[in-house]
């Protein structure tokens, strides 16, 4: 049992880094991005584009970028603060914040 706590300490970990990433990261790297015509391999391998949820190039040229919402990332953080080491409460906010990503896809 102590071994299952182990790994939820870890994932809860990681779910909070990824989420304060999201939240606090910079969009430096994207802005360099959508002003390079034409990114070699390795720049775009050195390059963070954590934050990016979607790249388009329309036919007609250019780029589109759209970014996670830093809002709901907050809000994410936010509830697994209040959480305080509950796998349940920690699932449930997963769910629930994986949820609200996919309902502004189609947006």
Known sequence: MGS???VN???R???KRGYEKLAYGSVADAVR???TEAPDLAALERMDLFN???IKRPKGGGMEIKFFDRIKALQCLE???DDSGNSEGLYKTLQECA???K???GV
């Open 13 to 15: 970990r990681k779910v």
């Open 4 to 6: 299952n706590l182990q």
């Open 99 to 101: 949820k609200s990503f």
């Open 52 to 54: 990016i949820s979607e």
């Open 33 to 35: 991005l959508l002003f």
């Open 103 to 105: 309902d502004t896809d």
């Open 9 to 11: 300490a870890r994932t």
């Open 79 to 81: 509830e697994l603060s």
